[in-house]
């Protein structure tokens, strides 16, 4: 079927370095070229602002998802196409997953790896067979996915489980990879 919406996972930190928001603005806008929705944390925060804005400027549609908490912080992205608001974190990363065909993580904070390393875990249990794509700009990634290889040498999980993600170095890696993405087959891989 292919992909039709992008869940984008990112920081709503309003104080990273311009790379990353650059890297959000750039996702954003080769998201909406591709002709796919955009899924995010439905706030116009830092780099889910970037992504949000970059999108709707390229012409694409988003579709954001908050917790009631910040709606009632007025953070809610009155902007945002389509505003979904969960009652909780819990429901609001459900409500992302469900509505997305594929996931990427740009650089964020503890509800970002969260985010993440959930999604990772459900399909390594085949709750879902959805690309998963981790953006590392600037190598902001590396002491995560050098944390990830210590789980596969250690024999924490299989190697084979590597195929749960996929690492680009920028939105246009990550484009091609989810234009073109076919899950992968996975035997019992227990240990």
């Not at 979904?84 to 974190?89: E, G, N, R, W, Y």
């Not at 990427?104 to 990772?120: R, S």
């Amino acid at each position: 079927m292919g992909v039709t919406a992008v869940c984008v996972y990112c920081s709503s930190s309003r104080s990273v370095d311009g790379a990353f928001v650059r890297a959000a603005r750039a996702l954003g806008a080769e998201i909406a070229r591709r002709g796919w929705t955009l899924v995010y944390g439905g706030t116009r925060l830092g780099l889910m602002g970037a992504v949000a804005t970059a999108a709707q400027q390229a012409g694409g549609r988003v579709v954001g998802v908050v917790p009631q908490v910040f709606v009632d912080q007025q953070f809610a992205d009155k902007q945002a196409d389509e505003l979904v608001v969960a009652p909780d974190l819990r429901a609001r990363k459900e409500q992302m997953l469900a509505r997305a065909d594929a996931l990427v993580a740009l650089p964020g904070g503890f509800g970002t790896l969260d985010e993440l390393l959930e999604a990772i875990t459900l399909k390594q249990i085949r709750q879902h067979d959805k690309a998963i794509v981790v953006i590392n700009t600037d190598g902001y990634y590396d002491p995560l996915l050098a944390q990830l290889e210590r789980v596969f040498a250690g024999r924490f999980t299989h190697p084979a489980y590597r195929a749960c993600y996929h690492v680009a170095a920028d939105a246009a890696g990550a484009g091609a990879y989810l234009a073109g993405y076919q899950p992968p087959r996975f035997t019992d891989q227990w240990l």
